[in-house]
Nanobody, 124 residues
């Protein structure tokens, strides 16, 4: 059974940091890349970042580049999204998803498998 489980969300002040985790089970990351997405109320889902384990390639949306960092812990089959300098506009439900092949751009791909999401709220 393929599962992606996100955690690490919360309520933080602007300028703070959070690290989201996506634990992947039931598929091998040698054949899939993992993407992070977010969706704020009333807005379309946005691709935030993605990573390919095989070659380490990553991609970021322009809105988060320089503030967010995606990484993989191979031993734990877990993908992280380190989010620094958080802004109120980063408030959203964050999802991780798996897509066959390589990361070719944040939000680009079919993404067959999804987690249920974790809420991130940035507010003073």
């Amino acid at each position: 059974q393929i599962q992606l489980v996100e955690s690490g969300g919360g309520l933080v002040h602007p300028g703070s940091s959070l690290r989201l985790s996506c634990v992947v089970s039931g598929l091998t990351l040698d054949y899939y890349h993992i993407g992070w997405f977010r969706q704020a109320p009333g807005k379309e889902r946005e691709g935030v970042s993605c990573i390919t384990r095989l070659d380490g390639s990553t991609s970021y949306a322009s809105s988060v580049k320089g503030r967010f960092t995606i990484s993989i812990d191979n031993a734990k089959n877990t993908v992280y999204l380190q989010m620094n300098s958080l802004k109120p506009e980063d408030t959203a439900v964050y999802y991780c998803a798996a897509d066959p092949g390589y990361c070719s751009g944040a939000g680009t791909g079919q993404y067959d498998y999804w987690g249920e999401g974790t809420q991130v709220t940035v507010s003073s």
